[in-house]
């Protein structure tokens, strides 16, 4: 076996041979020779692997927002209508986030150490019980704090399954996407979080109004069976894809990242297969011979696999203790960082929003106001969220990362800064047209991008972990909101905290410059050469 890791279908250094692509080819994987359709065209194991992949962050949005109606049931539920106690509502609220935190780190390394289809589907599996016993709570048995309590624990456990969803859906499908399409599929991955959101407010809104007749009868308390079945209704999408993950082959490019770089043939191992067939006598000798020392083989190949599983911490500070790929991961993680500061500050406490757009509930019998909230959130996803994804979907590849990426945290200054200097003095129909603005540059820009760039720029040996980190570092920030946005709304005012909000994008944009532009970039083929040109230095050295 060459010391340099073979070429991958699709790269700009080599043309790929008909070998080498059966050499990659894998259940999911569809590496073709010539292929001139465009980016965006799914074939039939692309779309499989992508409802498979996808579903991860359809929960995710639909899990971490869903919790904004959620409260204000809770305020029905609970409180006769009065705001939740402060401090339990922003743990509440970043109950999620800080779970997230934990799945991020610990799937990452996980998903690296342990192998993708060890690890991918336990994350659905914690998802699926955290939400059970969320819809378990038991409001007739607690105190009104105890409720929150059990909740925003719960919620803990969830984000610990969603947050592990980042790095395992990011790396299985980078490992099995073609270069000139793996930003795409990955943006396409991403997208689900759009549809998360819309469909988290189709459904409070449908469940609702299944409910109008009772509760404007005057059985607000029946809410507590509303806020049960939105949530309990991601049930679906995740028991069904939760096999599917469980069963999910091993890619072939991760398989080969845990070779030995220099593991070459043993040629006494086929001079034994060819002594086997010599004489028909000896053929019983013969093949007692071969299984011992395929059994031997087979040994060797364990030990020289926990070796490698040992050495993989090593291999990582190695690795990230260069300049070029340590400045490449600060890059990911500020980024990250700085953008969920902005982009979970607003959409976690989407209160403020829908007051200035009059969706507010403020008025009205508490089913009427549940129902203004539900329809808000409806108009805001509709509007920006879902149509940012796909115009990222479909210029990613024409535009490159870092363009997107650099634009997209400008222009959320540049209408975070409109809508922090005119807060008081837009129209309604100028305020909502600013916010969606907003929202669209959020997710045509580096909300789609921070979760590209760590699947794209690692080789796949350290990919899942370096993307976990990053992911973490962006959760760190959404937590910092989700905990800081109401004190800091009440001391300084909410235009003030736009302006921080401000800083964080032109701050973001500055850091992008910290990064490569990943369009076509094979990290793999990267650490190779780099591995083998260490090696020429390092033998040049001894000699």
Same mark, same amino acid.
């Given at each position: ?19 080498? =692509? /059966?050499?990659? @080819? ?14 965006? +065209? ?56 800080? %779970? ?11 998903? /690296?150490?342990?192998?993708? !289809? ?25 105190? $009104? ?29 980078? /490992? ?11 943006? +396409? ?34 809410? *507590? ?23 999910? $082959? ?16 043993? $040629? *006494?191992?086929?001079?034994? @297969? ?54 490449? #991961?600060?890059?990911? &993680? ?108 959020? =997710?045509? %820009?580096?909300?789609?991008?921070? +979760? ?6 690692? $080789?796949? !040996? ?10 973490? &570092?962006? !959760? ?13 709304? =009440? ?23 910290? #990064? ?28």
């Amino acid at each position: 076996m060459s010391t340099s890791s073979p070429s991958i279908p699709g790269t700009h250094h080599d043309a790929p041979h008909p070998e080498q =692509n /059966d050499q990659y @080819k894998s259940r999911l994987e569809d590496f073709e020779l010539e292929d001139n359709r465009p980016p965006f +065209y799914l074939t039939v194991p692309e779309a499989k692997l992508l409802g498979i992949a996808g579903v991860g962050f359809f929960l995710d949005a639909y899990d971490l927002f869903i919790i904004n109606p959620v409260a204000t049931m809770l305020q029905f539920r609970l409180y006769g209508g009065a705001a939740l106690p402060a401090g339990l509502q922003g743990v509440m609220k970043a109950s999620a986030n800080i %779970g997230s935190v934990v799945g991020q780190f610990t799937f990452g390394f996980a998903a /690296d150490y342990f192998g993708r !289809k060890a690890v991918y589907g336990k994350e659905l599996m914690l998802i699926i019980f955290a939400t059970i016993m969320c819809i378990s709570d038991p409001t007739n048995d607690l105190s $009104p704090k105890g409720v929150l309590i059990w909740l925003s624990i719960w919620r803990v456990v969830l984000g610990v399954g969603v947050g592990g969803d980042y790095p395992m859906s990011a790396s299985v499908t980078s /490992d099995r996407t073609r270069l000139r399409k793996r930003g795409t599929m990955l943006a +396409y991955i991403f997208a689900f979080q759009g549809w998360g959101s819309l469909v988290g407010a189709l459904v409070t809104m449908i469940v609702l109004l299944c409910y109008k007749g009772t509760m404007q009868a005057g059985h607000t308390s029946k809410v *507590d069976g509303v806020w049960r079945i939105v949530i309990g209704l991601s049930l679906i999408p995740a028991f069904g894809t939760l096999y599917q993950r469980l069963t999910l $082959p091993e890619s072939t490019r991760f398989e080969e990242s845990q070779k030995p770089r220099h593991e070459e043939e043993n $040629p *006494d191992e086929f001079k034994q @297969k060819g002594d086997a067939d010599v004489s028909s006598a000896d053929t019983s000798l013969n093949k007692e011979k071969a299984n011992v020392e395929s059994e031997e083989h087979r040994r060797s190949k364990k030990a020289e696999l926990v070796a490698n599983r040992k050495a993989h911490w090593r291999e990582f500070f190695v690795y990230f203790s260069q300049w070029r790929h340590l400045r490449t #991961l600060l890059g990911t &993680c500020s980024c990250w960082f700085l953008l969920d500061i902005a982009f979970y500050g607003i959409n976690l406490n989407q209160n403020v929003v829908l007051q200035e757009i009059h969706f507010d509930g403020s008025s009205g019998d508490p089913w009427t106001r549940l129902f203004k909230i539900a329809t808000g959130n409806l108009i805001i996803t509709a509007l920006g969220f879902v149509p940012g994804y796909y115009v990222t979907v479909l210029t990613i590849e024409k535009l490159g990362r870092k363009k997107i990426q650099t634009m997209g945290f400008l222009l959320e200054a540049l209408f975070l800064g409109i809508l922090a200097g005119m807060f008081h003095k837009l129209s309604t129909v100028a305020f909502i047209v600013c916010f969606s603005l907003l929202q669209f540059f959020f =997710n045509f %820009g580096a909300n789609a991008t921070t +979760y590209i760039y760590p699947a794209e720029v690692f $080789p796949t !040996k350290f990919k899942a972990t370096a993307h976990g980190m990053s992911a973490a &570092c962006g !959760k760190a920030g959404a937590i910092i909101s989700a905990l800081a946005f109401n004190q800091l709304t =009440n001391s300084i005012g909410t235009p003030n905290v736009l302006w921080i909000f401000f800083g964080c994008c032109i701050a973001g944009a500055v850091c992008t410059q910290l #990064l490569p532009e990943s369009k076509g970039r094979d990290p793999d083929l990267l650490y190779a050469e780099e591995l083998e040109e260490s090696r020429r230095l390092h033998g040049n050295v001894q000699h």
